[in-house]
């Protein structure tokens, strides 16, 4: 029962890394595919933070109570179909860029 548990829960890590990597791939004709670019020349580099610190802001972008270097509306229109698991999933994957 044990193996069984432990075998879901790294599919299921597979699965979120997987997904954020898939995400990933909207966000890098801006960010740069390793998050390595200032998204229009305005934003910060986003690679290796803080996933916290995104799931935050990408939430907040979603919301539209965010507009961090004037991208507030550019990421609005991004975010707008990501459910929280896609915003956790990407903002892990970007922790790792």
Wanted: charged share 20%.
């Amino acid at each position: 029962m044990k193996n069984i548990i432990l075998i879901s829960l790294l599919m299921s890590s597979f699965a979120l890394a997987s997904n954020g990597a898939k995400i990933y791939k909207q966000c890098a004709g801006c960010h740069g595919k390793h998050g390595e670019k200032k998204a229009i020349g305005r934003s910060a580099i986003i690679a290796k933070q803080n996933p916290s610190l995104t799931i935050k802001q990408l939430k907040a972008y979603k919301a539209g109570t965010l507009n961090l270097h004037g991208m507030g509306a550019v990421m609005k229109k991004n975010m707008v179909g990501l459910s929280d698991s896609d915003i956790k999933a990407v903002a892990k994957y970007i922790s790792k860029l």
